[in-house]
């Protein structure tokens, strides 16, 4: 029985080298010498009912060969697993030409021939001045330019909206997209509200709007997402809609404080005491100084004539990033109320802590070990563009980004006997002093200030009447060098030979008309 299976498998496989060279042959006729030539060298094999089967799949692609000569050639017929494979990647084959119409074509939007429609902001960019309490919001303001390219061109309706998007990442329920958007209309105006014809040029409308102080700042961030989307749409008589989608840009600005924030930290049981100046206010992509003073790091033991030493070894610091926001849940997904059936307002509390810049030294300060000794250093505290820090952000739906610069510091203890100091000996005693500062991570104001500073007097902080004046001159030297004024200049022109004054003309009397010709009669 194992002497037929392998000369089964030899068969097949010569009957497999035989299907090659013929459909080769069939394909490339001047090759037929040197298939010939290759079956002669190839040594025959005994045959089998496997390879009758295979000459006979043989004859078959042969003729449909003959049968349809300008087609590709037929693939032969391979073993089922092969197939199963064969299958598989037949479903994911692809045609160019199929695709030529496809599904995005259609879903894109249609451009009307006869109008266009744009925008143009007029305003400095949206920066909301001073915390969310204090600021007294950003003032945006521009005009909508619709471009009719010919005559007698009809709108039905034109209107526009703004309106706060908020795309939670992580929603209540997911792969729903009511959970996942939320939006909140701020503004709404309408242009043309009846049919209109309009001429050929370009027509301005114009739209503003204030945005309130406690309105969050444009953001994106690892849990939520939130910008303001501008829209407007026209509705013609002919033609498709024409729409027009922007987003606005919001950032807020915190005044940076003109001295440096002062903090100090004792860490017992031990003496050390740390003395810190930094700024509270950091920017996106820019560099702080951190300054650090460290003292009480000698001790005097007077009982067993030795000083104890605290060593800097190591100092780390990270910048935090804080994200707080609840998910609410539409209605399909919020539970419902058992006494009233309605749906209750319910959301879901995330939360995401990430580490937005971050360093770690081991040099790079000064150690004075003297009896009133310190440590002093100072650390640029930096904030690469690839962090992409958010900002800080607090709004009354739940979401609040806040920062926090943490400082970690390693400090191993040893000691020395006062009479050679300079045989330092381990303690084996080793702490890890930590601290934690709030800093708040704003936009650059840059040279705006906030719109309430910038606006004109309002009428009603003019004054009724314009104020009165005080003269300390008298009237009578005024009057008296008018009059001597007038005296000298009519001596002067007396005394002028050339100067003689024009005779008055006489009062004329209309001319009497012409007499009429007796030859025009």
């Known amino acids: 029985m194992p002497h037929r299976v392998v000369d089964f498998f030899r068969s097949s496989n010569d009957s497999i080298h035989n299907i090659k060279a013929s459909v080769q042959r069939r394909s490339n006729p001047n090759s037929r010498s040197a298939s010939r030539s290759a079956s002669r060298e190839r040594p025959t094999r005994h045959s089998s ?5 295979l000459e006979a799949a043989v004859d078959h692609l042969q003729s449909q060969i003959h049968a349809a000569p300008h087609q590709h050639p037929v693939k032969m017929a391979e073993p089922p697993k092969e197939k199963q494979k064969d299958t598989h990647s037949h479903h994911r084959l692809s045609f160019p030409a199929l695709h030529l119409g496809g599904s995005k074509s259609s879903k894109e939007q249609l451009v009307n021939p006869y109008a266009s429609l744009d925008w143009k902001i007029e305003s400095p960019p949206a920066v909301m001045h001073g915390e969310p309490e204090n600021s007294t919001g950003a003032l945006v303001s521009g005009q909508l330019l619709l471009d009719v390219k010919e005559d007698d061109f009809e ?6 909206k703004l309106e706060i998007h908020v795309i939670h990442k992580r929603p209540f329920a997911g792969h729903c997209h009511n959970c996942s958007n939320q939006t909140t209309e701020l503004k709404t105006w309408t242009f043309l509200s009846e049919p209109t014809i309009l001429s050929k040029r370009i027509h301005e ?3 503003s709007v ?10 994106d961030n690892p849990l939520i997402t939130i910008r ?3 829209s407007a749409e026209v509705i013609p008589k002919t033609g498709p809609v024409i729409k027009l989608a922007k987003n606005i840009d919001v950032k807020r600005s915190v005044q940076v404080p003109e001295l440096p924030h002062h903090s100090i930290r004792i860490f017992p049981p031990t003496n050390i005491a740390a003395s810190v100046h930094f700024s509270q206010v950091m ?3 820019s560099t702080n100084t951190f300054n650090l003073r ?3 790091i000698v001790k005097h033991n007077v009982d067993a004539k030795s000083i104890e030493y605290w060593k800097l070894k190591r100092l780390s610091w990270k910048l935090e990033e804080n994200m707080v926001t609840v998910a609410p849940a539409c209605e399909k997904h919020s539970p419902k109320d058992p006494e009233t059936g309605l749906p209750t307002k319910k959301g879901v509390k995330r939360t995401d802590v990430r580490t937005v810049a971050h360093a770690d030294m081991h040099s790079g300060w000064k150690s004075d070990y003297s009896p009133s000794g310190c440590i002093e250093m100072e650390i640029q505290c930096a904030l690469p563009p690839n962090a992409k820090a958010a900002c800080d952000l607090k709004s009354e739906d739940g979401t609040e980004v806040t920062h926090q610069l943490v400082v970690e510091m390693v400090v191993v203890q040893e000691y020395a006997p006062t009479a050679h100091p300079k045989h330092i000996t381990p303690t084996g005693v080793a702490r890890i002093l930590r601290m934690h500062f709030g800093v708040v991570i704003t936009e650059r104001a840059g040279l705006g200030v906030s719109w309430d500073n910038e606006a004109p007097p309002i009428y009603q902080d003019v004054p009724p009447s314009p104020p009165s004046y005080t003269c300390d001159i008298p009237y009578e030297s005024v009057e008296d060098l008018s009059l001597s004024r007038r005296s000298q200049d009519a001596g002067s022109r007396a005394l002028s030979p050339a100067y003689e004054e024009p005779p008055a003309l006489p009062m004329s ?3 009497p008309a012409p007499p009429a010709d007796d030859g025009a009669q």
């Open 509 to 511: 009397t209309p001319a």
């Open 228 to 230: 303001y989307d501008f």
């Open 210 to 219: 204030l945005l309130d102080g406690h309105l969050p700042a444009s953001t």
């Open 49 to 53: 009912p496997a390879s009758s089967v």
């Open 283 to 285: 920017h996106p992509i």
């Open 155 to 160: 709108v039905e309706h034109f209107a526009a």
């Open 205 to 207: 409308f114009p739209f």
């Open 294 to 296: 460290l003292d009480g």
